[in-house]
């Protein structure tokens, strides 16, 4: 028998589940990154000896891609609805120029520059979205241009020069930390008891129950599966998926208690994460977004007001490149004319990386989030090694090439 469930038709319960092989080769696209993700850092952890999870590597390696994350989970949105943005990293520095120049030479507030950055930022991309979504110019063209423009603006800002330094409550945007909120004797206890100098125990039990949380979700949702009738996934793999994502959890977290605890950008990061995640699977709009992507002349014969969702789609990723001018100036502690240059790039190879579709209608928020520290990984643990930029910009654009051949491999074998 079988059962209509959101479009797609999906197997009875009462018909035998297919095996592990044939479920990973049927979601090939989903587990592959994870794959790769972990292939490559137990491939890094080895050839560092050990430095590459180490606790301030790990701290740092969820700082400096930070930036990269927040913008590529706007960039999957953008692109997801068959669109692109090649102005993010220009749009990035811009803001960043803005807050330096605000809070530096206009003596401005912080709270008061960080709401103006952000409104300055869905303003851009709601100019961007507006000839793109109303005119019909391709996205390409016109965030190209924007690019050009704003990279412009910045040096016109800053006249040429850095600006900075910036207090300490704006630095905290991007290198605070959460205080622990257990008393000491608690934190040295644990210390003591796991043999390290110190550990931050809401780190820890943050990661803890974060892991619990995840797993208790993915129960719940096998048991409404289950429930529909929904073939799921075979109960060994869904065993080892949901024991390897809670230990890589609680193992970061632990690694990030024993040294300064949770960064605040990684609430942030968290937080927007779970926000979009849940906007994009489990919304109206989300399902239209995807719809847009797929066929958007379909989308608008449904009733869907694609150039209304086309323009928000460039608002929304206006807004999230000015967060990450922030938390980027905030990381530098200034704002320089060369801030953001290529790092398009980098953001939207993170989303291909993370299984998007260059055609648009595909693609997950959790995967632009690992490709994102897929890229971080690979750009860290080459530094580590001491390989040269020249190099290190060669593997990357093979890594790209490689997950775009992947996704069009995929279409061709599906259809």
């Known amino acids: 028998m079988t059962l209509v469930q959101g479009g797609d038709i999906t197997e009875k319960a009462d018909r035998p589940a297919k095996g592990i092989g044939d479920y990973l080769s049927s979601h090939l696209r989903e587990y592959g990154l994870l794959f790769a993700l972990i292939a490559i850092m137990a491939f890094f952890q080895i050839v560092t000896d050990g430095t590459l999870l180490r606790a301030v590597n790990v701290t740092n390696l969820l700082l400096q891609n930070s930036y990269i994350v927040i913008m590529a989970l706007g960039m999957l949105v953008v692109i997801v609805s068959g669109n692109i943005d090649l102005s993010v990293g220009s749009v990035m520095g811009f803001i960043g120029a803005l807050a330096a120049v605000m809070i530096v030479h206009w003596d401005q507030s912080v709270f008061v520059t960080v709401v103006a950055c952000l409104v300055t930022g869905a303003l851009i991309g709601a100019a961007q979205g507006y000839w793109i979504a109303y005119w019909k110019i391709p996205s390409f063209i016109v965030t190209l241009a924007g690019m050009l423009v704003f990279r412009g603006l910045s040096l016109w800002l ?3 020069q850095s600006v900075g330094p910036f207090p300490s409550e704006f630095q905290v945007i991007a290198n605070g930390f959460v205080p622990d909120i257990f008393p000491a004797g608690v934190g040295a206890a644990l210390a003591a008891l796991f043999d390290v100098r110190r550990l931050n125990v809401l780190a820890l039990g943050f990661g803890i129950v974060g892991a619990a949380a995840l797993v208790w979700i993915g129960l719940r949702q096998r048991a409404r599966n289950r429930s529909y009738g929904i073939v799921d996934e075979p109960r060994s793999f869904f065993i080892a998926r949901n024991a390897i994502v809670a230990a890589a959890i609680i193992f970061i977290t632990y690694k990030l208690s024993t040294f300064r605890g949770l ?4 609430l942030t990061m968290g937080v927007l994460t779970i926000i979009y995640a849940f906007l994009t699977q489990n919304t109206v709009i989300g399902r239209r977004i995807y719809a847009l992507g797929g066929n958007a002349k379909a989308a608008k014969l449904s009733g869907i007001k694609t150039e209304r969702l086309t323009f928000l789609a460039f608002v ?37 990386i993370g299984g998007a579709s260059m055609s648009g209608g595909v693609g997950t928020i959790v995967g632009a989030v690992v490709g994102a520290f897929l890229m971080g990984v690979l750009n860290n643990g080459m530094s580590i090694m001491g390989i040269g930029i020249d190099y290190q910009q060669m593997i990357k654009g093979l890594v790209l090439l490689a997950a775009v051949v992947f996704d069009v491999y995929n279409k061709q074998k599906q259809g």
């Open 158 to 160: 800053l006249e040429g």
């Open 263 to 266: 960064p605040n950008v990684l």
């Open 316 to 352: 929304n990723m206006g807004i999230l490149a000015a967060a990450a001018g922030l938390v980027f100036a905030a990381r530098l502690n200034t704002a320089t004319p060369k801030a953001g240059f290529a790092l398009e790039l980098d953001v939207i190879a993170a989303v291909f």
